[in-house]
């Protein structure tokens, strides 16, 4: 099975609920990647310096974003998953970024309550608490800091709503080609 190809976006359109599927598990400092071709993960990169995912980080199955990947996805856990996993979400909302490829945007997503309960009340970005906003905001600066062709390039403009965030998800699934 190709994870990319064959697994359905949502896996719940009417209730607004997406598959993400698991590239890295929060805590890892390895880059992972899924081969959409291919249909393999692979290991892109070592992180450069001491810093690590502080959530899953994933894609969004037959989606097609600005940077010709597939949606990618920041989904907080509680304890960490692997690669590969399958993950029922909800949106909470996005952080709008570039890097040296253009437009990168990431959604943010919790488990859906039957998987954990614990994210039941937070239905927006706004929901977290300051530090793990700034938290992530910093993750995305930092990430590339000593990828020296790369960081210069790396722009956080911030927060957008589940609006904007579902809105960029229905036209990443229709940008899909099979």
């Known amino acids: ?54 959530f899953d980080y994933g894609f969004m199955p037959r989606t097609h974003s600005d940077d010709d990947d597939a949606i ?20 909470i909302g996005a952080i709008d970024t570039a890097d040296e490829k253009g437009g990168d945007l990431k959604v943010i997503a919790v ?11 937070v239905q927006s970005y706004t929901d977290l608490s300051a530090h793990v906003q700034e938290e992530l905001l910093l993750h995305f600066k930092e990430i590339k800091k000593l990828e020296k062709s790369k960081y210069d390039k790396v722009v956080v ?19 899909y080609k099979a």
């Open 1 to 54: 099975m190709n994870l990319y190809k064959d697994l359905e976006s949502w896996s719940d359109e009417a209730k607004g609920e997406i598959n993400v599927v698991v590239d890295l598990a929060k805590g890892s400092s390895n880059k992972y990647e899924y081969d959409e071709q291919g249909g393999y993960f692979k290991l892109d990169r070592v992180l450069h310096h001491q810093m690590f995912y502080p």
């Open 72 to 91: 990618d996805v920041c989904l907080l856990t509680t304890y960490p998953t692997f690669p590969g996993c399958v993950v029922k979400a909800r949106v």
């Open 111 to 121: 488990p859906i309550e039957k998987v954990d309960p614990r994210f039941a009340e």
């Open 157 to 175: 403009k911030g927060f957008k709503d589940k609006e904007f965030a579902m809105s960029e998800i229905k036209r990443a699934i229709s940008n």
